[in-house]
């Protein structure tokens, strides 16, 4: 069964600052996708970024960045210039066989002033 | 920008009462998807639909759940007789196709509560 890890339930970074969230997955496959997702306190489900598998470019948008280790199974999201609308949920999933996601169990980032 | 919405925003239910919640997928996505969320828990993939055919569902999607797409626009999830643990928000989403790059745009959620 694949499983997407995230490792830390809760952090917290002053605004302004860097900030990495943890995640690890399992699978099989050579060929995937993963994402990182942003839950405010509103409850949405927003796309924050993607990654392409076999691209070995680290992605980014604007403030968010990732770090992919293929080998390692890992991909760590880095925000930076952190702001207090960054405060949310924050999910890794990684892209199933039929379209589905699979979710890690989230991190509880807050932003303090 | 197109959104998928959701109705209703919460719903309060009886136990064994059937419920369902409503979604209207962006209008040219052909892919769509319900996931649920118990509250403190990781969100959970219960159906993906394709076709009009359930093209995959989880061990959570048991007899008492089903979805339909009954008039091209809509997308409903049932839930014949619901139970305590039904309670949680429900996420409907769709993708314009199935390569697992294309994005889910989710919706805003049903709050479901079951008494």
């Known amino acids: 069964a694949q499983t997407v890890t995230q490792s830390q339930p809760e952090m917290s970074v002053q605004e302004a600052e860097t900030v990495t969230l943890s995640c690890t997955y399992d699978t099989s496959e050579n060929n995937y996708y993963l994402f990182w997702y942003k839950q405010p306190p509103s409850r949405q489900m927003i796309l924050v970024i993607r990654?392409?598998?076999?691209?070995?470019q680290n992605a980014t948008e604007n403030r968010f960045s990732v770090n992919f280790q293929k080998a390692a199974k890992s991909f760590s999201l880095k925000i930076s210039d952190s702001q207090l609308g960054d405060t949310a949920m924050y999910f890794c999933?990684?892209?199933?066989?039929?379209?589905?996601?699979?979710f890690g169990k989230g991190t509880k980032l807050s932003v303090k002033p | 920008e197109p959104e998928v919405t959701q109705t209703p925003s919460h719903q309060v239910t009886q136990m064994g009462q059937e419920v369902i919640l409503r979604c209207v997928p962006i209008s040219n996505h052909l892919y769509f998807y319900w996931y649920r969320q118990i509250l403190g828990q990781k969100v959970e993939f219960l159906v993906s639909?394709?076709?009009?055919?359930?093209?995959?569902k989880s061990e959570i999607f048991d007899d008492q759940f089903s979805v339909e797409r009954p008039d091209g626009s809509n997308f409903t999830l049932k839930i014949r007789s619901t139970k305590l643990e039904d309670s949680a928000m429900y996420f409907c989403a769709s993708r314009i196709e199935s390569v697992n790059n294309s994005p889910l745009h989710f919706g805003n959620g049903t709050r479901l509560t079951v008494t």
């Open positions: 990654q392409e598998a076999y691209k070995q």
């Open positions: 639909f394709y076709n009009n055919e359930i093209s995959e």
């Open positions: 999933a990684k892209g199933g066989s039929q379209g589905n996601l699979i």
